[in-house]
C-alpha cells in the first residue's frame, strides 16, 4: 500500500485560505502578554484576570486572525469596544480543564496559572477568555479593557538567560516559532541542554509532514538553570528544586509529567518570541504531556524521545486527540451527545464534519478491525511487514475506541502515531489535520 502523504500544495481544496484582515492597522509587532488564574472545581469555574506584560515582537500568525482554527476548550479574543468586532482570537486547552473531570474535583477547589498572548493592540481594546465544558457550552467568561497606554502594564525586561537558534526556518513573521526552554538542568549541563534541544528538532523533521514543512519552523532554544538536576516524582518522594517545577503523577497519573507554574515558564522565556513551548525535562523516565496551545513537556533521556516528542507536539499543536483507550477507565470527556473538536475522534454525533470524505466507498460505519489489530500490535509491532504496518496505518474507517473511551469513541485508523508508540507514522486523518494548521499559520 503506497504510503500516504498530505502535502501544503494539495491544501486549498480542503481548506480556503482566508484574506488578510489588517493586522497592521489594529496592532503593534509587539506581543501582549496576560496572565489569568482558573479556578474552581468539576461543577464551579471562574477566571480572574491578573497582570498585563509587553513583551517582544510578535510572533504570531498576522492572517486569519479572528477566527481560530479548532475550537478547542476555551479561547481568547480582542475585541473592539465600539463595533465588538474581533480583531484576533486564540483557542486554547488547560491543565485546569483535564483536572475538571478528574475525581478529586468533585471533593476540592484549586487554582491554576494560565498565560496567553496577543498581538499588542495599537488603541484600548476589550479581552474576553471564556471556558467550555465536555458539550461545548460554555460554563465561565471574563471580559475586561486593555489600554496600551496603561502605565500599569509592566514592560518585559530580557532575563538574562542564555538562548540559541536551534532552526531556522524563516523569518519571525514566515514561521512556526517553538522555543525549548530546559528544566531539571544544573548550571553544569547547559551544553547537555542544547544538544538536547536540538534533538527536539530532529524528532519533529524526521516526521511527516514536518519533515516536507520545515521551513516553515523556527526552534529556539532557552537555558534557565535549575538548583537540581531532574525533575520531581512524587510517587516515589522525590521532589526537585527546578526552573519550570515539572513533576511526574499529575493527577496521580504516574506518566504524566506537567508543570502547573505557566508564569514561570514564561518567566523563563523572557523576551525570546515564541508561538508554542516545549519544557524539555532532564530525565531518563517515560513519561511527557501535550496542551493544545499551551505546552508541551518532554523528558530528555527515554529511549522513547522521538515518538513520545512527536505524539505530545501533536496534541499541542495539531490539537490532536489521544486515540487510545483503557479497558479499566470509564471517562466522560467525549460525551454521545456532543461532537469533539479534534479532528481525530468522532462520537458519530457530526461525523460529516471529521473524515466522512477520506473513507473508501462501502466502508462500513463502524468498522471491523482487521485480525492484526485484534492481537497486542504494540508487542509485535517490529516483526509486521511494511505492508501489515502500512494496512494498520493507512486504512481509513471508523473503529471504536479513542480518548481513552472503549465504547462511544471512534478513531480513523487501527494504528497511529496518536495511539502507540511503537507506529512510526501519522495516519492520513491527522496528517492532514497537521498540515491545515501548519497552513493556517503561516499563509
Known sequence: MKRFLLTLAVLPAVLPVLAAQGFDSDFE??????????????????????????TSE???????????LLEGNGTIRVLDPETGECLYANSFSTLFQEWQVTEAALHVQKAFENCFQVPFPKRPVDVEVFLMDTHRKVTSRVKHRIDPADILIRTVQDNGLSSTVVWQGGSLAE???????????????KAKFYKDAARVAK?????????SNQGRFSIRAVFAPSRDSG?????LGDWKDTAAETHFDTFYTERYLTTSSMQKVYDLIGTVPFEHVVVLVNTPIYGGGGIYNSVTVMPSDNPTFNAVMVHEFGHAFGGLADEYAY??????????????WEPNVTTLHDFASKWEDLLPDGTPIPTEPDALDRQDVRRI????????KDLLNLKVGVYEGAGYQLKGVYRPVQECRMRINECEEFCPVCSRAIVRMIDYCTR
Open 381 to 388: 509491532w517490529h516483526t509486521f511487514s511494511q505492508e501489515q
Open 58 to 68: 510578535w510572533a504570531g500568525r498576522r492572517n486569519n486572525l479572528s477566527e481560530p
Open 203 to 211: 524528532a519533529l523533521f524526521r516526521h511527516e509532514p514536518f519533515a
Open 231 to 235: 525533575t520531581s516524582v512524587p510517587r
Open 327 to 340: 479497558g479499566d477507565q470509564v471517562d466522560t470527556m467525549y460525551p454521545a451527545d456532543t461532537e469533539p
Open 175 to 189: 514561521t512556526i516559532d517553538i522555543v525549548v526552554v530546559s528544566d531539571g538542568y544544573d548550571t553544569s549541563e
Open 29 to 54: 509587532n509587539a506581543t501582549l502578554r496576560l496572565d489569568y488564574v482558573f479556578c474552581g472545581d468539576g461543577s464551579h469555574q471562574a477566571i480572574y484576570f491578573q497582570r498585563a506584560g509587553r
